[in-house]
T-cell receptor, first 114, second 111 residues
Framework: NAGVTQTPKFQVLKTGQSMTLQCAQD?????MYWYRQDPGMGLRLIYY???????DKGEVPNGYNVSRLNKREFSLRLESAAPSQTSVYFC?????????????FGNGTRLTVT | QKEVEQNSGPLSVPEGAIASLNCTYS??????FFWYRQYSGKSPELIMS????GDKEDGRFTAQLNKASQYVSLLIRDSQPSDSATYLC???????????FGTGTSLTVIP
């Protein structure tokens, strides 16, 4: 059982380049999330998808777009990367809204924008 | 206003001691509360969840919830060097769709 799988694990971009972070879960969860984690800032929600076909902004959505491709997959796109987007990105999934279900995290993507 | 507050630490305790980690939250409608452990360079892993007032014990870990005071805590008994990590408090929103995290408390257990 793979749980939540994120790719890539590491990425270095130049300012202005674009990229897509991929995430897939095999737990049949309805809800999926993208967080970024920066030193001293904790985990901050970028976007989430409460169910297939819906997406909503979180606390720090600027500069990002998301696609809920199907129930399993939720991608995060940086259209024009900026140094301020250097961070560790975590995808997570949950049965949130269906009782007391925690978040399950992927292994993270370390992104550096130069 | 931050949704979830934690003492950032760092917190140091000797091996075998009790480590006490605290968290307060602002959303009175929150129903679910979680503690995650995060080792350096790794992803958060769930160690405890609690949904009703009182204590919940799981091995060396005890979570305590007081909804009236909007307070959640985690006690780690017989602390081990392997417990050295950052502990994140997470609160599920009253809609159930969003999770808010504290900034984490760094714990070091000294052998």
């Amino acid at each position: 059982n793979a749980g939540v799988t994120q790719t890539p694990k590491f990425q270095v971009l130049k300012t202005g380049q674009s990229m897509t972070l991929q995430c897939a879960q095999d737990m049949n969860h309805n809800s999926m999330y993208w967080y970024r984690q920066d030193p001293g800032m904790g985990l901050r929600l970028i976007y989430y998808s409460a169910s297939e076909g819906t997406t909503d902004k979180g606390e720090v959505p600027n500069g990002y777009n998301v696609s809920r491709l199907n129930k399993r997959e939720f991608s995060l796109r940086l259209e024009s990367a900026a140094p301020s987007q250097t961070s560790v990105y975590f995808c997570a999934s949950s049965e949130a809204g269906q009782g007391n279900s925690p978040l399950h995290f992927g292994n993270g993507t370390r992104l550096t924008v130069t | 206003q931050k949704e979830v507050e934690q003492n950032s630490g760092p917190l140091s305790v000797p091996e075998g001691a009790i480590a006490s980690l605290n968290c307060t939250y602002s959303d009175r409608g929150s129903q679910s509360f979680f503690w995650y452990r995060q080792y350096s360079g790794k992803s958060p892993e769930l160690i405890m969840s609690i949904y009703s007032n009182g204590d919940k014990e799981d091995g060396r870990f005890t979570a305590q919830l007081n909804k009236a005071s909007q307070y959640v805590s985690l006690l780690i008994r017989d602390s081990q060097p392997s417990d050295s990590a950052t502990y994140l408090c997470a609160v599920n929103s009253n809609t159930g769709n969003q999770f808010y995290f504290g900034t984490g408390t760094s714990l070091t257990v000294i052998p």
